[in-house]
């Protein structure tokens, strides 16, 4: 558990580790949060090798996610998710700090 309570789940753990696997090299995902969308913030999704020193990196089961210090405050208590679904393969993160969100699920309010 993270100080701000940030998890990783084990479908995405298991995700970035097939990534990993398949890259050849260890990947995080970098989560962050964005102005912007139709609610008025958004989620950055990105893949890296490396991360900054004030970052906090999340670990399960040997994988590992990276959120920025600006990011840590919106993302509190919040799980990233990997779904596999028929419409879509992705990253999702379960904010309890939304109080909306749009249709395609990628922007929110606080």
Known sequence: MTPANITLSPAAARRLLAISAREGRPTMLRVAVD???CSGFQYRF???DTFEAD???IER???AAVVDVVS???LKGSEIDFVDELAAS???VRNP???SSCGCGVSFSI
Do not use: H
């Open 35 to 37: 102005g912007g969308g």
């Open 46 to 48: 990105d893949l890296v």
């Open 55 to 57: 970052d906090l990196k």
């Open 61 to 63: 089961d040997g994988a």
């Open 72 to 74: 840590v405050a919106l």
């Open 90 to 92: 992705e990253f999702r």
């Open 97 to 99: 700090n939304a109080k």
